[in-house]
T-cell receptor
Framework: EDQVTQSPEALRLQEGESSSLNCSYT??????LFWYRQDPGKGPEFLFT?????EEKEKERLKATLTKKESFLHITAPKPEDSATYLC???????????WGLGTSLAVNP | DAGVIQSPRHEVTEMGQEVTLRCKPI?????LFWYRQTMMRGLELLIY????????DSGMPEDRFSAKMPNASFSTLKIQPSEPRDSAVYFC????????????FGPGTRLTVT
């Protein structure tokens, strides 16, 4: 069964304390892995797409990496404005859909 | 450029009433998606359209749910009759081309059925 699992469910960091979020997946016909950010009361906002193992993408303090079975979202020296829920999704080429994880809720304290 | 527009933003209704949610996708986008989000189940795809044609409605939970896309700039999701377990946040998203997984979400409609 196609599945996306994110860990941890919640993470609390101090400002400047770097860490990583994990997204592991099992899906047939993978068509990319996608990271989104969701702020309270808003819809998910697209961050990155990764297509092949070894690929990396960066945006400000965020860096996403991909292996054959998982992806990491590294957050370097986070700031309070990085607080949000980070969602991971994989493209299922067989069914032409995104399969979503439940997200990691990140809180960065000043 | 305006993003995906949804209305209403909040809806409170009584069990048994009809609810209609509305969505205007980004201009020029050819695919539209309806999702439901809950704490327990996360984001669930209900239905999606390519070029105004429904492609996959296997996520629609019951016959009480229906969706239409009469033209490229408007879609509705209707629940009739509504039940308390339908309470959730409903998102509409659009993407530029059919088959594109890069989706742009609206702000959502928070539905509460009492």
């Amino acid at each position: 069964e196609d599945q996306v699992t994110q860990s941890p469910e919640a993470l609390r960091l101090q400002e400047g304390e770097s860490s990583s979020l994990n997204c592991s997946y099992t899906v047939s016909g993978l068509r990319g892995l996608f990271w989104y950010r969701q702020d309270p009361g808003k819809g998910p906002e697209f961050l990155f797409t990764l297509y092949s193992a070894g690929e990396e993408k960066e945006k400000e303090r965020l860096k996403a990496t991909l292996t054959k079975k998982e992806s990491f979202l590294h957050i370097t020296a986070p700031k309070p404005e990085d607080s949000a829920t980070y969602l991971c999704a994989v493209g299922d080429g067989n069914n032409r859909k995104l399969i979503w994880g439940l997200g990691t809720s990140l809180a960065v304290n000043p | 450029d305006a993003g995906v527009i949804q209305s209403p933003r909040h809806e409170v209704t009584e069990m048994g009433q009809e609810v209609t949610l509305r969505c205007k996708p980004i201009s020029g986008h050819n695919s539209l998606f309806w999702y439901r989000q809950t704490m327990m189940r996360g984001l669930e795809l209900l239905i999606y359209f390519n070029n105004n044609v429904p492609i996959d409605d296997s996520g629609m939970p019951e016959d009480r749910f229906s969706a239409k896309m009469p033209n490229a700039s408007f879609s509705t999701l209707k629940i009739q009759p509504s039940e308390p377990r339908d309470s959730a946040v409903y998102f509409c998203a659009s993407s530029l081309q059919p088959g594109s997984y890069e989706q742009y979400f609206g702000p959502g409609t928070r539905l509460t059925v009492t």
